[in-house]
């Protein structure tokens, strides 16, 4: 492991793939087999199992549990306490194969709400919004706000987080968007 990762004397890290300037906090545990990139920060008490890729620069706050076939791309935010599964239909009496658990994605630049769960099998879509407490029973389209149990979508966000107008301009940065294929995309020249 790269000597710039810091993990706490309270932390168990298992993994020895954990990217530079990475930390690890009080009461976390990444297993073996587990592999994150540089420059995230792992916060207290969250869990990764083997099997899960967490990418660069990505935040996982307190209490969140990453599962064997999550994929975190960079640049995700995970807020406090929300939870990933990977078994669409548990049974306690009945085990199954992880070769049998279903993959999710989270895309580049999304961000997942504090309290949010996120059922096996779906993507969240690039710079998506998840807020708080929803939970996600299907596919997030880039760019999307979903909220609710089962979560809905209720509107558009920009790259940079803020929520967009009905024109598709961000108060805030002022990147631009289109319409395109029923989701949204910046428009040619902008970053998304």
Request: with cysteine; hydrophobic share 45%.
């Amino acid at each position: 492991m790269d000597p710039s990762v810091f993990v706490h004397s309270h932390a168990l890290c298992e993994s020895e793939q954990v990217g530079p300037r990475t930390r690890v906090w009080a009461f976390a545990h990444v297993m073996k087999g587990a592999v994150i990139g540089a420059d995230c920060n792992v916060c207290d008490h969250a869990f990764v199992e083997s099997g899960a890729v967490v990418g660069d620069r990505v935040t996982i706050k307190n209490a969140v549990q990453i599962w064997d076939k999550v994929v975190i791309e960079d640049e995700v935010f995970l807020g406090p306490n929300m939870i990933f599964t990977n078994d669409f239909n548990p049974r306690a009496g009945f085990k199954k194969d992880p070769s049998a658990f279903l993959p999710t994605l989270v895309a580049h630049g999304a961000t997942i709400g504090a309290n949010a769960t996120i059922v096996a099998g779906v993507t969240i879509g690039r710079a998506a919004f998840v807020g708080a407490g929803a939970v996600v029973t299907r596919t997030v389209r880039d760019h999307a706000l979903v909220v609710g149990s089962p979560a809905k979508e209720i509107g558009w966000m920009c790259a940079c987080g803020a929520r967009l107008a009905e024109e598709l301009v961000c108060s805030e940065c002022e990147r631009r968007y289109e319409s395109f294929d029923g989701g949204l995309r910046p428009l040619t020249g902008e970053s998304s």
